[in-house]
């Protein structure tokens, strides 16, 4: 079983920038496709950005441009670095794994955007 930990949401005014990070256990993280998903209030769970295990990136049209998604293998982690941070990112972000037809998540870290 994959445990994922995020950490680095808290609060920041719009124009700011925050770096998310999520830690995962395991000895094959570098085979898993990562991602970051967010919910905010309301709404359903959405992809932000995914990496392959190769390297390749995704990324929602409405943070192009502004968040980037990257890995470390050999630390079991990978980033979204937040930038040019608008009111509507406020939400809860997740960190997910996955490898073949097994997903695994994280609980969340909250983030925050307003003046």
């Known amino acids: 079983q994959v445990q994922l930990v995020e950490s680095g949401g808290g609060l920041a005014q719009p124009g700011g920038s925050l770096r998310l990070s999520c830690a995962a256990s395991?000895?094959?993280?570098?085979?898993?496709?990562m991602g970051w998903y967010r919910q905010a209030p309301g709404k359903e769970r959405e992809l932000v950005a995914d990496?392959?295990?190769?390297?390749?990136?995704n990324y929602a049209d409405s943070v192009k441009g502004r968040f980037t998604i990257s890995r470390d293998n050999a630390k079991n982690t990978v980033y979204l670095q937040m930038n040019s941070l608008k009111p509507e990112d406020t939400a809860v972000y997740y960190c997910?794994?996955?490898?073949?037809?097994?997903?695994?998540w994280g609980k969340g870290t909250l983030v925050t955007v307003s003046s």
């Open positions: 990496i392959t295990s190769r390297g390749s990136t």
């Open positions: 997910n794994s996955i490898y073949g037809y097994v997903s695994y």
């Open positions: 395991g000895s094959i993280f570098s085979r898993y496709t």
